[in-house]
Nanobody
Framework: QVQLVESGGGLVQAGGSLRLSCAAS????????MGWFRQAPGKERECVAA???????YYADSVKGRFTISRDNAKNTVFLQLNSLKPEDTAVYSC???????????????WGQGTQVTVSS
C-alpha cells in the first residue's frame, strides 16, 4: 500500500516557477532515495533530479542551476523547485522511490501518478 502523490503542477509562462511536492506513505521514507522524472509526449522518460538519504543530490544537465530537489523526512515529502522554466520543460513529472541512489528508471520501486507541468512561450 505504498503511495506517492504528486501535486503542484500547472501552466506557467516561460521564466516562471513552480514547486512540486510528492507525499509518500506506506514506506519508511527516510530509508529511500527519491527521484523526480519527467516524460514529454514522444520522448523518453528521464531523471531530472534525485536525492539520497543524506541529502546528496543529482541533477540532469538540462535542469542544473534551475531546479532544486529537497526532502523533509518529518513530513515524508520530497519537493522539486522549478525555476526559470522553459517550454522544453513541459512534461508529466513523476516522483519515485528507490532503495539506492540512482537515476535508472528500472531501479525505482514505487511511482506516483504524475503531475502535468506546461510552460508556455
Amino acid at each position: 500500500q505504498v503511495q506517492l502523490v504528486e501535486s503542484g503542477g500547472g501552466l506557467v509562462q516561460a521564466g516562471g516557477s513552480l514547486r512540486l511536492s510528492c507525499a509518500a506513505s506506506g514506506l519508511t521514507f527516510s530509508s529511500y532515495a527519491m527521484g523526480w522524472f519527467r516524460q514529454a509526449p514522444g520522448k523518453e522518460r528521464e531523471c531530472v533530479a534525485a536525492i539520497n538519504r543524506s541529502g546528496g543530490t543529482y541533477y540532469a544537465d538540462s535542469v542544473k542551476g534551475r531546479f532544486t530537489i529537497s526532502r523533509d523526512n518529518a513530513k515524508n515529502t520530497v519537493f522539486l523547485q522549478l525555476n526559470s522554466l522553459k517550454p522544453e520543460d513541459t512534461a508529466v513529472y513523476s516522483c519515485a522511490a528507490s532503495r539506492r541512489f540512482t537515476t535508472a528508471v528500472t531501479s525505482y520501486d514505487y511511482w506516483g501518478q504524475g503531475t502535468q507541468v506546461t510552460v508556455s512561450s
